[in-house]
């Protein structure tokens, strides 16, 4: 996929945010939401993304909808690092294939960075389910005060 074309409504972001695939959710409010990677690369992985903009990469979104998604994006890296206390917090966003992109639905990676681990861009190995409802209710926990 190019950076540039037409979205797909049909792609899995998409159907998380309708609520028609499941995600292990952290954060929500009316513009964003935020869930845990099912293919995590560190523990607490998390993707942020706008849910009522049809933007395919960063080049599409308006700059106030997008204020408002960065503006969460640093509060739960917060969130992260504060319950998870890694020793560095990534942020990470790619637009298109080329860059690593493979949804193409706008998104933000939050990654805790521990010391020692590979700095690996997409993981191969999906997360043990039991481990991410345990991290998901942790962190919804931490985030109810947001
Ligand atoms: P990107 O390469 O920036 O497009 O990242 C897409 C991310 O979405 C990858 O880290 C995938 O592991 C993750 N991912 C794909 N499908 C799902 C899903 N159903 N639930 C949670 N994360 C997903």
Do not use: W
């Amino acid at each position: 996929m190019s950076l540039h074309g037409s979205y797909d409504s049909e792609n899995i972001f998409a159907k998380i945010i309708r609520g028609d695939a499941p995600c292990y959710k952290i954060y929500e409010d009316d513009d964003v939401l935020a869930f845990l990677d099912l293919f995590p690369q560190s523990y607490g992985h998390t993707l942020v993304l706008p849910k009522h903009v049809e933007a395919r990469n960063l080049l599409d979104i308006e700059p106030e909808k997008l204020s408002q998604l960065i503006t969460v994006v640093q509060r739960l890296a917060q969130v992260l690092t504060d319950e998870l206390e890694p020793a560095g917090v990534q942020i990470a966003q790619f637009n298109g294939a080329p860059a690593g992109q493979t949804v193409f639905h706008l998104h933000f990676h939050v990654i805790p960075r521990f010391a020692g681990e590979d700095l690996a861009i997409h993981a191969s190995k999906m997360a043990d389910k039991a481990e991410l409802e345990a991290l998901q209710a942790r962190l919804q926990q931490r985030i109810g005060a947001l």
